[in-house]
């Protein structure tokens, strides 16, 4: 998958690393007339008001670290707006996060992980995170929005993408699906109705995470012995998963990608003019998982471009799909 960012002034530690600046002009399905100024600045993500953030991991555990090294955490906005407003992003994250929201009142003990995409260059905080969790927690769930280790760049050989053999965003999500079902009881949730939703990369995530267990990280402690897996998957405008170099109406998957029956039943959202994300990543995906015995829905619509998030614009996907995936999820029992 090309690029999805613009170079930014400052350079990364590590030269592979060095498209980090976030998501600029492409994020939007209609850039902004006139651009932003780009605006990054040292500085650790915090979460706004109402969210409870802890560590992802013990302050003891010593983690591998991103493409940028002891870089000091970035945040920045995006040059391009979505639905009229910026976004926002975090990036060179050593030390990975996870901020809970709880619902007010009685919850329906289900929960939802989410993972904002960016290319494994930023994180969108905001537009794919924070703006979720506000959805969810009005739908009564828990939510949680995870900040995964950043950047990392996917090496390429002979010409070809290959995936990391070590991914950490994809340790960072197991860690954070283990720790919500391990503190399941605090957090009032049913440890059996915790899903996950993610948008771009955090959708590879997504996908990924449903299909294995495996870790490749030693167990730390109580919450790495829960399963990984989650009980239901969002994913939204994913890539990273089709072989394109077998033809143009191939729908072969890349050969890391490994489908499983066990995989959770599976909700798929794309748009067809998707400039970055081409339609036939989600359909080599729904086939695979159709082929293993793996409940599968999809609402692919005809516009909607890419990274549109849960903000509303003239495309009747970015106001659609909340309640689809609302429905879907009654449709499941989780709601």
């Not at 939802?112 to 995409?117: E, N, Q, S, Y």
Request: charged share 20%; hydrophobic share 40%.
């Amino acid at each position: 998958m090309p690029s999805l960012y613009r170079l930014l002034s400052a350079s990364l530690v590590v030269s592979a690393a060095v498209s980090v600046s976030a998501r600029a002009q492409d994020v939007a399905s209609a850039p902004a007339t006139t651009p932003l100024p780009k605006n990054e600045h040292e500085g650790v993500w915090q979460a706004p008001s109402g969210g409870e953030q802890v560590p992802l991991w013990p302050a003891n555990v010593s983690l591998a670290k991103p493409d940028s090294g002891d870089r000091p955490e970035g945040l920045g906005n995006g040059t391009g707006l979505v639905a009229g407003k910026m976004w926002h992003w975090a990036s060179y994250v050593t030390r990975p996060t996870m901020t809970v929201y709880r619902p007010k009142g009685t919850g329906t003990r289900a929960a939802m992980l989410v993972l904002p995409g960016g290319g494994f260059e930023v994180l969108a905080m905001d537009l794919e995170g924070t703006e979720i969790c506000d959805w969810v927690v009005r739908q009564g769930m828990v939510c949680a929005v995870l900040k995964y280790r950043v950047p990392q760049v996917w090496p390429r050989e002979n010409g070809r993408q290959q995936r990391p053999k070590v991914l950490l965003g994809l340790e960072d999500a197991q860690r954070a699906m283990g720790l919500l079902r391990r503190n399941a009881t605090s957090y009032g949730i049913d440890p059996r109705k915790v899903g996950v939703i993610g948008f771009s990369a955090g959708a590879y995530l997504a996908a990924n995470m449903s299909n294995t267990e495996e870790r490749t990280y030693p167990v730390a402690d109580a919450a790495d012995r829960q399963s990984p897996r989650p009980d239901y998957a969002v994913v939204a405008y994913t890539a990273r998963v089709l072989d394109d170099s077998k033809g143009k109406n191939s729908l072969e998957l890349r050969p890391w990608v490994t489908i499983s029956p066990k995989a959770p039943p599976t909700l798929i959202l794309h748009a067809m003019n998707d400039p970055m994300d081409k339609v036939r990543q989600p359909l080599a995906y729904a086939l695979a998982l159709s082929d293993a015995g793996v409940p599968v829905d999809m609402r692919i619509y005809a516009r909607g471009g890419h990274a549109f998030g849960m903000r509303p614009t003239a495309d009747p996907i970015s106001r659609e799909w909340p309640g689809q995936v609302k429905q879907w999820l009654h449709n499941l029992g989780i709601l």
